[in-house]
């Protein structure tokens, strides 16, 4: 019986023997090795066994049958089918193979591949690739992956952790098909053709927030009676939506460059139907704005930064004053010929403001090119003269925060919300080619935080552009929720206001401490001294009557500055240190760089977070941080 268990053991190993002749091309099928070549080729395969594992490499070409688990890596060439082996035995002909886990696989001219959970694939000329759940992915010779002009991209980690992925840098051509699935929000920018199926809330509709002040006004009105107002849409208007508007009779208005939204004059009847228009998003009145200012009688300490050797040796040997910045005011305008601003206002452009005339839905008609475009109200020109001003005509004694920055000047006139949205929307299409980096607007709202509200919109939109938005907090202090409703916005920085003893300033508006509101940071804001504008100057003659100006200028000085408070002005400083942290380091982001001022800022014991964000203004931590972030 032991002579024939070992007689059929030998067939049994020289049939497997054969199976590896022919499919693993161990030996030769004339080997003169004789059966002890087939000896050793049976020993060697039951070391092997039908299923190789743990293997470092595996060329097989031509192989009718191969098991492999947790295979180092596997090249495979032009095979035309696998048969696979199942637990129980049973053999069949695979139509797909799924890898698991896999530390590589690289497939040469693969029609089609699978791939679940492996953590990096390399694909060579694939003709078709479908993955899901990859940790990377490098892609060498596609026909074409890329994404072009997205506004953002929002991944999703393993963890649940939701970050952004900047836009510009990704671009998709000529695919036949994408699949997004559990996308929460897809931006889609210039598309000529679109197909959607089984989307849901993919494309946003229908009115999201109407201005509360106007719907008090039309309640007031009859049917027939004419109002301003802003129309934002969800998207950039199209011919159509022009058309809707005529077919209702409003046949002009103002279109923006970048700015989804249309300035009107229309019917209550006309504004009621236009609120009913899918593509309408939110439906704002022509209100006054009121800049920040109170009459009063300090200019925020930045000399440590300007005289500091180590900022000036990390800075090239030059101090730091806000050099190759670009800033834009968003105000009553900048008197480019002050002494102390001439040769570093880039471009000072007075804002039109108005609807158009006659018929058709036109770009609004700015003019630019002008020396002095603050001629009544001085308001923009003191702004302009706290950021940027070199102290020329003072000998040094008043010099603004960022003496080397240059400055575009916004000549919004009396800051009504068609000036302002003017202002934005010119920032948003000449910006870029400006190298705008920031711009202060020390002007606040009447109304509540409306992320719908045209302002919001285009400031959010600014900020995703990388250019630093600040605002005043506003002067409606001390009592809570008196805050600038421009000023919630999370995305820009809001700047409260201390006196000279540097307390928090009576009139600085505050937040609510209930939802953790406030400021971003305060700085000085009373008894600032800054530029008086060669025209009317209503802002300078207004302190000159109350005795403001006497109090801290001389009679000399009086002839080219005055003096001011109101979180007007201390906006500006925040404005003027964000350049300088721009010099020190030109690749921070507003992001960034809105959580160095707060980490730097220095503490006020004593008061809340909603009366004085993070603390006050420490414009050299600020700008050593942002050296120390390069």
């Not at 743990?54 to 049958?65: K, N, P, S, Y």
């Not at 299409?429 to 109304?447: D, H, M, Q």
């Not at 719908?452 to 929720?481: H, I, Y």
Request: aromatic letters at 6%; glycine letters at 14%.
């Amino acid at each position: 019986m032991k002579a024939y268990r070992n007689r059929f053991d030998q067939k049994i190993r020289r049939s497997i023997a054969l199976v590896l002749i022919g499919s693993l091309g161990i030996f030769s099928a004339n080997t003169s090795s004789g059966s002890k070549g087939i000896q050793a080729a049976v020993q060697n395969a039951f070391a092997l066994s039908s299923y190789i594992a743990h293997a470092d490499g595996i060329t097989a070409t031509g192989a009718d049958q191969i098991g492999i688990t947790r295979a180092d890596s596997m090249s495979a060439i032009g095979f035309s089918g696998l048969t696979v082996i199942g637990a129980n035995g049973r053999t069949y002909r695979a139509n797909s193979v799924f890898f698991n886990q896999p530390n590589g696989i690289v497939a040469t001219g693969a029609d089609g591949i699978v791939a679940t959970g492996a953590d990096g694939i390399v694909a060579t000329g694939a003709d078709a690739l479908s993955i899901a759940d990859l940790n990377g992915i490098t892609a060498t010779g596609a026909d074409g992956i890329s994404i072009s002009s997205a506004s953002g991209i929002v991944a999703t980690g393993a963890d649940g952790l939701t970050f952004p992925i900047p836009s510009g840098v990704l671009t998709i051509i000529g695919a036949n098909g994408i699949v997004a699935t559990g996308a929460d929000e897809v931006s889609l920018i210039g598309l000529t053709g679109l197909s959607l199926t089984g989307v849901i809330n993919t494309l946003q509709t229908g009115l999201k927030s109407f201005d509360t002040g106007l719907a008090s006004l039309l309640s007031s009105l009859t049917d027939d009676s004419n109002v301003n107002a802003v129309i934002l849409y969800h998207r950039a208007p199209t011919e159509t939506d022009f058309n809707n508007l005529r077919q209702i009779g409003v046949l002009g208005g103002v279109r923006y460059h970048v700015l989804p939204a249309v300035s009107l004059t229309a019917t209550k009847s006309q504004i009621n139907k236009i609120s009913r228009f899918s593509a309408v998003r939110a439906i704002y009145g022509n209100r006054t704005l009121k800049f920040a200012i109170e009459p009063g009688n300090g200019l925020t300490g930045t000399a440590q930064v300007k005289t500091d050797s180590y900022l000036t040796s990390q800075n090239n040997g030059r101090a730091i004053t806000g050099r190759g910045v670009t800033v834009a005011v968003l105000d009553t305008g900048l008197d480019g010929s002050h002494s102390d601003l001439y040769g570093r206002v880039a471009k000072n452009v007075k804002l039109v403001g108005t609807l158009g005339l006659g018929i058709g839905f036109n770009y609004p008609p700015s003019l630019e090119g002008l020396s002095n475009t603050d001629l009544v109200y001085g308001h923009g020109t003191f702004v302009g003269g706290v950021i940027a001003g070199n102290g020329a005509r003072s000998n040094g004694r008043y010099t603004g925060v960022a003496p080397s920055a240059k400055l575009i000047g916004l000549g919004a006139g009396d800051a009504t919300l068609l000036f302002v949205v003017e202002g934005l929307d010119y920032l948003l299409w000449k910006g870029p080619e400006l190298g705008v980096r920031a711009v202060n607007c020390s002007f606040s709202g009447g109304a509540s935080y409306d992320p719908n509200d045209p302002v919001n919109v285009a400031t959010k939109l600014l900020t995703e552009r990388n250019v630093n938005v600040v605002f005043s907090a506003g002067n409606t202090g001390p009592g809570m929720d008196t805050l600038n409703p421009y000023a919630y916005a999370p995305w820009v920085v809001s700047v409260g206001a201390t006196d000279e003893s540097g307390d928090l300033a009576a009139f600085s508006s505050r937040g609510s401490s209930n939802r953790l509101t406030g400021p971003t940071l305060v700085a000085p804001g009373v008894n600032v001294i800054s530029l008086r504008s060669s025209g009317v100057s209503l802002t300078g003659l207004l302190n000159l009557g109350l005795g403001g100006d006497l109090s801290g200028l001389s009679l000399f000085d009086l002839l080219s500055y005055t003096v001011g408070s109101g979180t007007s002005f201390s906006a500006p400083q925040v404005t003027g240190t964000i350049a300088m942290m721009l010099e020190a380091n030109p690749l921070l982001t507003p992001a960034q760089i809105r959580t160095i001022l707060q980490q730097t800022a220095t503490p006020m014991p004593g008061y809340q977070r909603c009366e004085v964000g993070a603390g006050l203004l420490n414009a050299y931590a600020a700008v050593q941080e942002a050296v120390g972030a390069r």
